[in-house]
């Protein structure tokens, strides 16, 4: 039995492709590449009749669409064509991390390790990058979002550069001591200044003064005499950080103060629900509160907090 595309889902005369063929193809937004037919046992006379016969089409250099390319589809391809070591970079991975509230770039950024000559589309940037430096994002190996951050920081004014470190932080992606290690790993980077003044903010090891509702929080946990505790802590959960606000290290109980200003968003939602999973399944237990509960509802934040750590002692 043949399979076929979506793409070609009902049309006369679908194109003759196995389904290890379609199903790589559409888990790559249609793109598929020569090496990959290779791999799956099709000849190169059997590509060519394809491509004479219009089922796929030639996109890159020995990388062809099979049906309609999608977005996600676009960036596949540019990997594909700059072959190994090819990493989404610069403003295409800030994009498809969701730091910048823009139009996907036309032209596709992708770091590659040695000189690639420039193709239709794709914009090659040439550097060794670490491989702390990348991660995988939809299938695609992107660079992680502190890489991205210095990566774009040249290139943006200081209110862009500014707002997508703000999204970072909404999207709780903003780990300092990654940024720190990132940069620690690429000396000179033209990024570096714009990127360490657009953090000085966000970092309180940086001289930032405590805010409102931290000053409330510190108050919080003196009134209610609870033992000492750990501030801004980063708890690493299969090589993924989180940072979380007021930790018991031993108790492995914390506390997240939620602000509606970085926490009242779609991609926040759902970012604070996958995170206090993963925490959750590493043993953690974190109790959220707001500024309301802090004001309202302290003795009962506190009689939860309290329960919490009493129960870990005695287990």
């Known amino acids: 039995m043949r399979h076929v595309h979506p793409a070609y889902e009902g ?13 790589l193809a559409t888990g790559q937004g249609g793109a598929i590449s020569r090496a990959q037919l290779r791999g799956l046992g099709v000849t190169d006379k059997t590509v060519d009749g394809l491509l004479a016969g219009g089922w796929l089409v030639a996109v890159h250099r020995g990388v062809f669409r099979l049906g309609r390319l999608s977005e996600a589809g676009v960036l596949h391809a540019a990997l594909l064509a700059l ?3 090819a990493a989404l970079s610069h403003r295409s991975a800030a994009h498809a991390h969701g730091l910048l509230r823009t139009r996907p770039p036309a032209t596709v950024d992708v770091t590659v390790p040695t000189t690639r000559r420039r193709r239709r589309g794709i914009r090659p940037h040439r550097s060794q990058l670490d491989a702390l430096d990348t991660t ?3 299938g695609l190996r992107i660079t992680t979002v502190a890489r991205t951050l210095l990566d774009i920081a040249p290139g943006l004014t200081v209110p862009r550069l500014q707002a997508a470190v703000d999204e970072a932080r909404v999207q709780r992606r903003l780990h300092i001591p990654a940024i720190e290690a990132t940069l620690a790993r690429a000396p000179g980077h033209h990024g570096t200044g714009a990127l360490r003044r657009a953090l000085e903010r966000h970092d309180p090891g940086r001289g930032r003064p405590i805010g409102d509702f931290e000053r409330r929080a510190i108050a919080f946990l003196r009134d209610h005499g609870f033992p000492p ?12 950080p989180f940072s979380l606000d007021v930790v018991w290290l031993e108790h492995r109980v914390a506390i997240e103060l939620d602000s509606r200003t970085f926490h009242d968003t779609d991609p926040a939602f759902a970012s604070d629900r996958r995170r206090s999973r993963r925490l959750a399944a590493a043993g953690w237990q974190v109790v959220r509160g707001t500024w309301d509960d802090l004001d309202d509802r302290a003795a009962e934040l506190a009689a939860d907090v309290w329960a919490l750590l009493r129960a870990a002692k005695v287990a």
């Open 229 to 240: 505790y750990v501030r801004n802590f980063t708890v690493v959960v299969e090589g993924e």
């Open 11 to 23: 049309k006369r005369g679908a194109p003759p492709v196995g389904r290890q063929v379609s199903n």
């Open 83 to 85: 072959g190994d070591g």
């Open 136 to 138: 995988t994002r939809g």
